[in-house]
């Protein structure tokens, strides 16, 4: 053992501890005994860092990450190669006494050397999915056992082990058949089953196959398992991501059992809020209505200028109670899914499209918040009510838009005036803090896939972005940061929605790509969305300004859900917590429940006694849930417009480089969005080099770089895979560089002639 060093500790609060600057040995020292449970806030209150010392704190804590001393996972700092108490592992085999061992996913070897064991203990009893197998990916909670070992139990599966695939089953004339997978990674590769092994499945069917034989000759061969459905028609295509990402898609008996059995809320325990002029702005094909606004002048001489905005929430609370059959499989899906041709929904149709959605001119129970906003836009105050409203009309965005527009319908023409209208008021002045706070604005269009009555695809359109749109999506984001903040004055725990700011590497290589177009992004400190604004705020109107908001965007940190507060860097907010669509996130649920003990609101709060690790592994699961929706939503939507251009190979498109890897481009076509493939092979007849840093393939008088505006021909279509190949056939981006510096964007002879002798040139500001 090393020398002891005496390191202050806040559990001893007779004494605070003078103004210090520790030393690196005492920092390290004292992360490695908090076993990765700290922040810098709380080593500063430790040593008793006063505001002075905060930037030469951060600097050693920065030099430390720097050396590998440290690392830092969100805004947490643990001692170098330990594991956070909540890690995504791979069971990797079995020990001498039978029991599942496993790897943490990501483990940087080279610095930390070999990956830590995880001794996998089984529950005697063990519910679905806290078992696992050799090859299978998992959430496991950890506790250190020994020397680079851990013990740990299965929280839930995340990806089954690849010994089982899934395809669609193309029967031959001879008996038996063919598996066509579903995987674009497997495509071309087929695997034969034999006439006994076809479980009676019939050509089309989408089935799951057990790898029986990977030999050296002849395809592989496998056996039927599991007969998933008929995939006749694109109707039927969200079933291929349902089944391959195992989402629950069926509810159990006892589940429709209670959701059945519930009966409608009473005023019991509520305010009447029924005379309130609510209304429901929400997508017109949208089945489900959980949040409803309302706005009025605030009638306060002391804040005139000001708005009291109201927000109403369905209140599922008072159905799906902790611990239920509803409340256990709700927190297994963690999240609706939502498919252009179906929606596999978190709740039960009863909840979520019956007793808690906010019907027009019916009672429904309500969680609501009302906020006082300045005319400077900030919300002043807040308090959160459990009510009984009637919402008044319901709504789409564009109606909505059209009514304030002076073109009001026979739906909006009574309400214009009275209830649109100070709503759109209220929302102007709360533009102005928005702009002041200066969240990350990223311009990226969105796309949704219109379906005919028979399920194939009749067109892909980018909806416009209203007014109406960035009303909602405001007060909503008011009233989440409201939730937040009574629960943690409450002292209540809940699951924070956070997003961490950029990992340096991903900085380290956003900074390398914008110097390729002369952009200097600073080095040192930490970055705010506002000097992103500014980056993209300098490209709007030229050729790059889509390609620098992807770069952008893909430099970001993912978004997900925790029990623990490091703000929300894209939003620029300090706390966050989803409250706004409980019906279909059960995060959401969670907060209500928190705001229903804060405020002594009810019975069918938070339990008592609910700890953060209990709420540590619930965000883990719906954190990964939420990732499974998204990858299969996306999946999903390649397979329907791979379907839609499948009889059109041969016919050419215009889009722009998506992606730059070694091994190819990536093409997204302009008028569907589709994502396609260019192998590096068929790029052209020169020789290209790959260059990384400034995503290119760069040849001798050609370069083909990200974002490049390109002209393609539609070689191939698979559309079980959703899987496109491309050849290309013409290129606008001819030059080896582009800059968004007009001196730079003239021919060289034209470009020095009024350069001053003697003075550098240092580029844009």
């Known amino acids: 053992m090393g020398p002891h060093i005496n390191v202050p500790h806040e559990a001893c609060p007779m004494k605070r501890p003078q103004s210090r600057l520790p030393s690196r040995e005492e920092l390290v020292a004292f992360i490695r005994e908090r076993s990765g449970q700290v922040s810098p806030r709380e080593i500063a209150k430790a040593f008793g860092a006063k505001n002075a010392d905060r930037g030469a704190l951060n600097r050693m804590l920065r030099e430390l990450a720097d050396d590998g001393q440290i690392d830092r996972r969100r805004k947490r700092l643990h001692h170098a190669g330990t594991l956070p108490p909540v890690v995504l592992a791979d069971i990797t085999g079995r020990d001498s006494d039978g029991e599942f061992l496993a790897r943490p996913t990501e483990w940087d070897e080279q610095a930390h050397g070999a990956p830590p064991l995880i001794h996998i203990a089984t529950p005697r009893r063990a519910r679905p999915g806290e078992t696992g197998g050799v090859g299978d990916r998992a959430l496991i909670r950890i506790e250190r056992s020994g020397d680079n070992e851990f013990t740990g139990r299965v929280i839930k599966l995340i990806d089954r082990a690849k010994h089982r695939t899934l395809g669609i089953f193309r029967a031959l004339p001879s008996g038996g058949g063919r598996l066509v997978p579903v995987d674009k990674k497997a495509l071309g590769r087929e695997l034969n089953i034999a006439p006994g092994a076809t479980a009676s499945a019939a050509d089309g069917d989408l089935v799951a196959v057990d790898v029986q034989r990977h030999g050296k000759f002849g395809l592989p061969a496998g056996s039927v398992v599991e007969r998933l459905g008929s995939i006749k028609s694109e109707r039927a295509v969200s079933l291929i991501a349902i089944h391959a990402h195992d989402i629950p898609h069926v509810f159990p008996p006892a589940v429709l059992e209670e959701a059945e059995a519930a009966r409608a809320a009473t005023m019991a325990g509520r305010e009447d809020w029924r005379d309130i002029p609510f209304v429901t702005i929400d997508p017109p094909d949208a089945k489900d209505h959980d949040d409803a606004v309302h ?157 005919k009555s028979d399920g194939t695809v009749d067109r892909v359109i980018m909806p416009q972005r209203l007014e109406s749109h960035r009303l909602i999506e405001e007060f909503m984001i008011l009233a989440n940061v409201a939730a937040a903040e009574s629960c943690e004055k409450a002292r209540v725990h809940l699951i924070y929605r956070v997003h961490d700011e950029p990992s340096p590497e991903k900085l380290n290589a956003l900074r390398e790509f914008l110097t390729t177009i002369d952009i200097n992004l600073p080095k040192g400190g930490a970055l705010r969305p506002e000097q992103f604004n500014t980056i993209l705020d300098r490209v709007k109107g030229h050729t790059v300004e889509r390609l620098v908001n992807e770069v952008v965007l893909r430099s970001q940190a993912q978004a997900e859900y925790s029990p623990e507060n490091f703000g929300h860097f894209g939003l620029n907010l300090r706390r966050y917590a989803h409250f706004t669509s409980p019906i279909r996130r059960y995060a959401d649920l969670v907060v209500h429940r928190a705001l229903i003990r804060a405020g002594n609101l009810g019975p069918d709060g938070l339990p008592e006694g609910t700890a953060l690790r209990e709420l540590s592994e619930v965000s883990a699961n719906i954190s990964a849930t939420e990732r499974r929706a998204m990858k299969a939503e996306r999946e999903t939507s390649d397979r329907l417009i791979a379907h839609h251009l499948a009889d059109r190979v041969g016919a050419t498109f215009d889009g722009h480089i998506s992606g730059v890897t070694r091994s190819g481009l990536f093409v997204e076509l302009d008028e569907t969005g589709a994502d396609g493939f260019i192998p590096a092979r068929f790029i052209g007849d020169e020789y290209f080099r790959f260059d990384e840093k ?69 580029g844009p500001k």
């Open 295 to 451: 706005a009025i002048p605030d009638p306060d001489p002391k804040n005139a200028g000001g708005h009291i905005v109201t927000v109403a929430i369905a209140d599922v609370a008072c159905y799906v109670r902790p611990g239920t059959p509803l409340d256990r499989e709700a927190v297994k899906r963690g999240n609706s899914v939502y498919f252009p041709d179906r929606v596999v929904p978190m709740l039960p149709e009863r909840i979520s499209n019956d007793l808690c959605s906010l019907r027009p001119k019916e009672d429904r129970p309500a969680l609501a918040v009302r906020m006082m906003i300045g005319r400077d836009g900030r919300k002043h105050a807040h308090t959160f009510h459990r009510v009984m409203i009637r919402s008044l009309a319901k709504l789409h965005y564009e109606q909505a838009q059209l009514a304030v527009s002076g073109r009001p319908d026979e739906d909006t023409e009574a309400i214009a005036d009275k209830v649109l209208a100070p709503l759109y008021a209220a929302y102007r002045t709360v533009l102005k803090a928005r702009a002041e706070r200066s969240p990350l604005d990223l311009d990226l269009p969105e796309r949704k896939i219109v379906l």
């Open 694 to 762: 400034g995503r290119a393939f760069v040849g001798s008088s050609l370069t083909y770089r990200l974002g490049d505006p390109v002209t393609v021909e539609l070689v191939e279509a698979a559309p079980v895979a959703g899987a496109l190949r491309f050849a290309l056939i013409g290129h606008a981006g001819v030059g080896p560089q582009r800059s968004l510096h007009p001196a730079r964007q003239r021919p060289k002879s034209e470009r020095y002639e009024k350069k001053k002798p003697g003075k550098r040139r240092s």
